[in-house]
């Protein structure tokens, strides 16, 4: 059996800038340096990594491409501290390691023949790009896509270029918010809760995934209640502090659950039950 802490060897094979500001975000494109990797390799929609760099550190980064996106790897990532820090400072051709793919993944081939609603906040949009990348690359096992996506800025929104072609190009109903107005800006000006109340999209045989800020996903997870969404029609992920990535250190846990290994993804009828500040 493969030693679970030794990482693999992969090579940044591009670099692309999402956002600017005191905390920029890139998305980087990965590939392995051995193409047998992909053999013992299998991600799925919602899967993590600890992605890292020999000497500095690793950090758990969501795995932002699909599956159906094949011989490549993606994460986009914000710098934070140590490590994305370093992170920010690669370029092409450079070394990153890898370590995973880890926890569990969002059930998208139980939501065939339902209409998919993403609900996502700022850097929080990198876990659901998975689920709109395979939704879309087996588009007619779904019913409809629509995305809500908000940021701080305009300036602020992660893949922006690629949603707005998704709109003109792929028949997806996609929905950008700012918190406040700016120059430049027609679309929706507030938050992304009182965004999904404007547009009321109907529960009827949908499934909603949010992720962001936890205020943003405990707002938008009230108000789909108030608009007649069910329990297990919701799902979310969560984003604690993480050390060892495979349920050892005991670093991550809520309640009795370790988020690495049992999470990160969570339907509300299991969210509910966990401790207040976990909700
Ligand atoms: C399941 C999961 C998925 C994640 N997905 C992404 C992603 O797709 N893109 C991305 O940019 N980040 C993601 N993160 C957050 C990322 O892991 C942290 O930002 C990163 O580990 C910070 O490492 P650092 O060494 O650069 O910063 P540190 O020097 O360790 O810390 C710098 C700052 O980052 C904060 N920080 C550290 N860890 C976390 C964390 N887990 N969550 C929030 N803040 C943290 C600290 O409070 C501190 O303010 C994810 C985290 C988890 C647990
Ligand atoms: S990160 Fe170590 S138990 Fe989850």
């Not at 299998?42 to 699909?66: T, Y």
Request: hydrophobic fraction near 35%; proline fraction near 7%; charge should be neutral.
């Amino acid at each position: 059996m493969n030693n679970p802490y030794i990482p693999y060897l992969a090579m940044v094979k591009d670099i692309r800038p999402e956002t600017a500001g005191e905390r920029p975000i890139n998305t980087y494109t990965l590939v392995f340096k051995d193409e047998s990797v992909w053999d013992v390799f299998k991600n799925r929609p919602g899967q993590c990594a600890m992605v890292g760099l020999l000497g500095v550190g690793e950090s758990m980064i969501s795995i932002c491409s699909s599956p159906t996106q094949k011989g490549y790897l993606q994460f986009s990532i914000m710098k934070m501290g140590k490590v994305t820090s370093a992170i920010h400072e690669l370029e092409a051709g450079d070394t990153m390691t890898i370590r995973g793919p880890y926890g569990n993944s969002f059930p998208v081939d139980d939501w065939k023949g339902k209409k998919i609603l993403t609900i996502g906040g700022g850097i929080g949009q990198a876990p659901l790009r998975p689920i709109i990348n395979y939704v879309l690359d087996n588009r007619k096992d779904y019913q409809s896509l629509q995305l809500i996506y908000g940021a701080r800025t305009a300036a602020d929104l992660v893949f922006l270029k690629e949603l707005q072609e998704l709109q003109q190009a792929n028949g997806a109903q996609v929905n950008f918010s700012v918190d406040r107005p700016e120059d430049g800006w027609n679309g929706y000006v507030g938050f992304v809760p009182a965004y999904l109340m404007d547009l009321k999209p109907s529960p009827e045989n949908t499934i909603a995934i949010t992720c962001g800020p936890p205020i943003m996903i405990r707002y938008v997870i009230e108000n789909l209640l108030k608009l007649g969404f069910k329990d297990e029609q919701m799902y979310t992920t969560l984003e604690n502090r993480m050390k060892c990535g495979i349920g050892k250190c005991g670093k991550c846990n809520v309640g009795n659950l370790y988020v690495c290994k049992d999470g990160p993804v969570f339907c509300y009828t299991r969210l509910k039950t966990l401790p207040p500040d976990m909700e």
